[in-house]
């Protein structure tokens, strides 16, 4: 069987040229020349292929030719460049086309990629700030286009930076409300809770002891990455960055890991968190698209580990509290998910006065910003210096305690409360007058030899001496005469 033809690109002064094979209508071949309209030796495989590919679907030649050395749009040129991105293996390519198809592609997508310019990318982010999108998102969006298009610049097709200079647009709202972490408590209850997804939980406890592995790290670690003999040493290639990191397991997770290495039947090798069901059981799951945190947050709630009452869903089972900040946002938190294990573990190595370098390689963080926002909720936690507050009595609060209802006849004898308070004694004595004297000599109240009423340091006095005369056992507050 003959092989497929490829073609050939010749490098001339002018440009890029293809010699390709083209049959023509009596069935007989000749070779012809291709002006690919490139200097670019990538640009012009990428169009030849593509020439290659119409020509032997049945277009005619010179229709081929046409669609091959027209203009290169934003849509053709990145739709080939994510297809040799997926084909290298390239994590994030799936996402980049995501944005490029929802975001991008509705914009300028059938513009020429050489006459792109910066209005064009600001529209874009603009577009994407008025659909309501994180400014995380939007970023992510730039971050996309200023690839593209720094790739479109190593290969010739541009000469300018159309996005290189372009800030985010304004009136982007970032979310700066924190992740809830669940407490070290809360995490032994869990664990000690029986009946629950084996699985989840050691993939819980191994994120929040062993260098806050994130969950492509978890799904990524192997048996070979761990010592199998005495489980006091492990390997961990972090997600982000690459690196690959040689650790020691804490103590504590040792008999865990041990005891689902046996409960594996003792593996040298393959995936440590495996598929379980299905024709790929056994075999490593997918980075993308598998989440702990859904489970997570199940079998916490199974666990009955929560912060607040649950409630009675639609169901008639118990469902956690809307308001429960472990389990639902709320308008100054949002709530737990797996990667909160990892904030978990940055927290708790600045609690134990863990060093800046050494938090951040146990971890694995490059950024000290980064790491930093993890722990900056410990800094804005400390107590406030008790020196910083105004000298205030606790008694003062009893002013804020709710009034139980009054009785008709706890209305009348208020009436002449202010009789009772005036000094109507001939010797101007307030200890004449029994009942003057039960209101103002209370605890907390300052009597003035010199002053007709008691001082602002008691601004509400109790009296029950009419309660018990009445035996109905309410209690009255009276509010004292010339008050601030």
Same mark, same amino acid.
């Given at each position: 069987m003959p092989a497929k033809r490829s073609g050939t690109i010749v490098m001339k002064p002018a440009g890029a040229f293809a010699r390709v094979w083209v049959t023509l209508a009596d069935g007989s071949e000749e070779r012809r020349w291709v002006n690919l309209n490139t200097r670019d030796k990538t640009t012009a495989k990428r169009k030849?292929?593509?020439?290659?590919?119409?020509?032997?679907?049945?277009? #005619?030649?010179?229709?081929?030719?046409?669609? %091959?050395?027209?203009?290169?749009?934003?849509?053709?040129?990145? %739709?080939?460049?994510?297809?040799?991105?997926?084909?290298?293996?390239?994590?994030?390519?799936r996402d980049e086309q995501r944005n490029r198809l929802a975001y991008i592609y509705p914009v300028i997508g059938d513009v020429d990629v050489r006459r792109v310019t910066d209005d064009h990318v600001r529209q874009v982010l603009e577009e994407a700030r008025d659909k309501?999108?994180?400014?995380?998102?939007?970023?992510?969006?730039r971050a996309v286009l200023r690839r593209d298009f720094k790739r479109a610049r190593i290969e010739k097709m541009i000469e300018g930076r159309p996005a290189e200079d372009v800030e985010l647009p304004e009136g982007l709202k970032k979310d700066r409300r924190p992740f809830v972490?669940?407490?070290?408590v809360e995490i032994g209850a869990y664990l000690a809770a029986p009946g629950l997804d084996l699985e989840v939980k050691l993939a819980v406890l191994v994120s929040r002891t062993q260098g806050g592995m994130r969950t492509a790290e978890v799904l990524?670690?192997?048996?070979?990455?761990?010592?199998?003999v005495d489980f006091t040493r492990c390997t961990i290639a972090r997600a982000k960055t690459g690196e690959v990191q040689h650790l020691e397991v804490p103590e504590v997770l040792?008999?865990?890991?041990?005891?689902?290495?046996?409960?594996?039947?003792?593996?040298?090798?393959?995936?440590? *968190?495996?598929?379980?069901?299905? !024709?790929?059981?056994?075999?490593? &799951? &997918?980075s993308r698209g598998t989440s702990f945190a859904h489970r997570f947050r199940r079998d916490f709630f199974r666990a009955g580990v929560v912060r607040l009452p649950p409630v009675t869903g639609e169901d008639g089972k118990p469902a956690p509290n809307p308001a429960d900040p472990l389990y639902f946002d709320t308008p100054v938190s949002r709530r737990m998910n797996f990667h909160s294990l990892r904030r978990a573990y940055d927290r708790a190595l600045a609690r134990a006065g863990t060093n800046l370098q050494t938090a951040m390689t146990l971890s694995g963080h490059t950024d000290e910003k980064t790491h930093m926002g993890y722990v900056r909720e410990l800094d804005a936690a400390r107590p406030v210096p008790l020196a910083a507050m105004p000298?205030?009595?606790?008694?003062?609060?009893?002013? *804020?305690? !709710?009034?139980? !209802?009054?009785?008709?006849?706890?209305?009348?004898?208020? &009436?002449s409360v202010p009789a009772l308070l005036r000094d109507e004694s001939p010797a101007g004595d307030a200890s004449r007058n029994p %009942?003057?004297?039960? #209101?103002?000599?209370?605890?907390?109240?300052?009597?003035?030899?010199?002053?007709?009423?008691? #001082?602002?340091?008691?601004?509400?006095?109790t009296?029950?001496?009419?309660?018990?005369?009445?035996?109905?056992?309410?209690?009255?507050?009276?509010? #004292?005469?010339?008050?601030?």
């Open positions: 030849l292929a593509r020439l290659i590919e119409m020509i032997a679907a049945g277009e #005619l030649v010179a229709e081929a030719e046409a669609k %091959t050395t027209a203009p290169e749009t934003y849509r053709s040129y990145t %739709t080939s460049r994510h297809e040799r991105r997926v084909a290298a293996g390239v994590v994030m390519a309501g999108l994180a400014r995380e998102t939007v970023h992510k969006i972490s669940p407490s070290d990524r670690w192997e048996w070979t990455m761990l010592d199998l040792r008999p865990f890991l041990r005891a689902w290495w046996q409960r594996a039947g003792h593996p040298v090798a393959g995936p440590v *968190f495996p598929v379980r069901r299905g !024709p790929r059981a056994g075999k490593d &799951k &997918k000298a205030i009595h606790a008694d003062l609060a009893r002013a *804020f305690l !709710p009034s139980p !209802p009054r009785t008709s006849a706890a209305r009348a004898l208020l &009436k %009942t003057t004297e039960l #209101l103002v000599n209370q605890p907390g109240a300052v009597r003035s030899p010199d002053a007709p009423f008691a #001082l602002p340091c008691a601004p509400l006095q009296s029950r001496a009419f309660s018990q005369a009445e035996g109905r056992g309410f209690e009255t507050r009276v509010p #004292l005469r010339n008050r601030w």
